[in-house]
């Protein structure tokens, strides 16, 4: 779910469906706007979050990673960030900060959200990292 939670009238609905549809094992993984963002009180109404008339839900990092455990999860990563590769979509102002070229991890005020969880009952044999 990338960029798709915040639109989402039921995202509880969503999530629990998303566990039941994943085998055992498998992951999702949800990025949105977070709510305690930096810039979001430095850009005020020009933040991306209020370009976007279709969304509904915005959350922080805990709350995110509390809906997706609520849903049957086990978290395995919840982190913000900024991402300086696509900065400027919805306020270009700031597309010359597209030259940074890179997602850069912040302790909770990034400007986006990754929660990864994984649906427990089998065990990781993919080699995948967790």
Do not use: Q
């Amino acid at each position: 779910m990338l960029d798709v939670i915040e639109h989402l009238v039921d995202f509880r609905l969503a999530l629990r469906e998303s566990f039941r549809v994943l085998v055992p094992g498998g992951r999702l993984i949800v990025s949105t706007l977070n709510s305690r963002s930096a810039v979001r009180p430095i850009l005020g109404r020009h933040w991306s979050w209020y370009k976007d008339p279709t969304h509904v839900r915005l959350f922080s990092r805990n709350e995110l990673a509390l809906e997706v455990r609520d849903a049957g999860f086990e978290i395995l990563t919840r982190r913000t960030f900024f991402n300086f590769c696509s900065i400027g979509e919805s306020t270009p102002f700031l597309k010359p900060l597209r030259g940074i070229g890179r997602v850069v991890e912040m302790p909770v005020l990034g400007d986006s959200l990754l929660v990864i969880g994984r649906r427990p009952g089998a065990s990781d044999s993919d080699g995948a990292p967790a």
